[in-house]
């Protein structure tokens, strides 16, 4: 028996597709196939599976189970909860893999899996091998056993673990995605006075769409801060990977502001260390960095290849514009929104003032939104390569690690494909809104040159 793949499901660093379309059960039990092959073949036994609160979730789960348990695959299934919690168990129970089954934050037709083997990120080829064997039917065979175990509580106390912050009021808005059950165990357990909103896991996404990185869906919880003068609030993507922050006075602290903060805390004990930064954070907080006495690192975007990154150059840090954040000083280094949560309440209290007053310190320049616009999937990547050989050719200053994030007087723009939807994201950063405006004509030139309006950004 074989299995093709549709080449739109094998993404870079994880599988997502249209359910129905792209994504399929027999996609589920062929990737349980090729993914317990290859953890069998490295002498592997024991894999953690777990899936968020999307529909078509419970569905995907089932037939990835009986895909790896016919590999010979023990499988350890975890149930619904945040992808952190998948990481979480793999680690504590020192698993050979693990794959959340999950949509992010895409559209809610949508879903995918992230996969973890070795406790490394499984991204990039390692991802095409899976379709290779597939392709191949170069599977295992076996009869492995299903344990049903309860990671929460453990995974609660983890978060917990060394936590030396004060009692704070802060309002927490889980977007009716897979991080509600342990927003209330873990608010339990915090001192001081919590709020919460859509914390009931509904797949339906009934309130607003579990991307915190579009303030459209922070609203909210603005409206909660501002009404309640609470210190500040915290909002989760659909797995709870990802952070949003709001201050006391209902601004957005962008991921990448995060991160300066926590380099800050992190420089203090770890002088001179790296701090990984994706391609699309603002060159204020690299400069930060560098002030710091750190050593900014900037990096391709994608929560692998910052997980990567950080274990080969030893950084205590990353992080991304969109709110994935790793901390691996006190912690093993993935992703995990509820732990950058609880990390902020303890820098609060490291730092002696308001998130507020942190927030007006932080250095500022004029910045866009990161715009996402539709580019068909097959041609979103080409689209890049004919506007960075048009870049090249002209002698531009461009660093082409994940697109094109091209340097000028007046600051910087950026074009790259997005791994995870059929669009373009660019973002432009300038000190003025003149030189802003001149980085945006230019941008919007290359675009034109390939035949591509960005009128519809988003």
Known sequence: ??????????????????VGDTLRAADAWALGRSFGTIVARAEGRRIAVGYDGRLSSPMLESALVEGLTATGIDVLRIGLGPTPMLYHADMARDLDGGIQITGSHNPGDQNGFKLVHRHAPFFGDDIQRLG?????????SGVGRVETIDVMDSYVARLMQGFDGPACRIGWDAGNGAAGPVVEKLTQLLPGEHHLLFTDIDGHFPNHHPDPSQERNLADLRALVLAKQLDFGVA????????????????????????????????????GAPIVADVKASQTVFDRIAMLGGRPDMWKTGHSHIKSRMKQIGSPLGGETTGHLFFADAYPGYDDGLYAAVRLIRAVGSLGQSLTALHDAMPTSIITPEWRFPVAEARKFALI???????????ADICAIDGARVRTVDGWWLLRASN?????????ESAD??????LIAQMDAQLADSGVIRAEST
């Open 236 to 271: 989760f993507d659909g797995d709870g990977d990802r952070i949003g922050v709001i201050d006391g006075l209902g601004r957005t602290i962008a991921g990448d502001q995060l991160l300066g903060l926590f380099a800050q805390i992190i420089l203090e004990k770890r002088p």
């Open 1 to 18: 028996m074989t299995h093709l793949f549709d080449p739109t499901l094998l993404r870079d660093y994880d599988l997502r597709g249209r």
């Open 132 to 140: 290779a064997l597939a392709a191949a039917g170069d599977w295992n």
């Open 385 to 395: 390569a004919d506007i960075l050989a048009r870049l090249k050719a002209a002698g």
């Open 433 to 438: 809104e003149a030189g802003l405006a001149r």
């Open 420 to 428: 995870t939807e059929a669009a373009l994201v660019a973002r432009a």
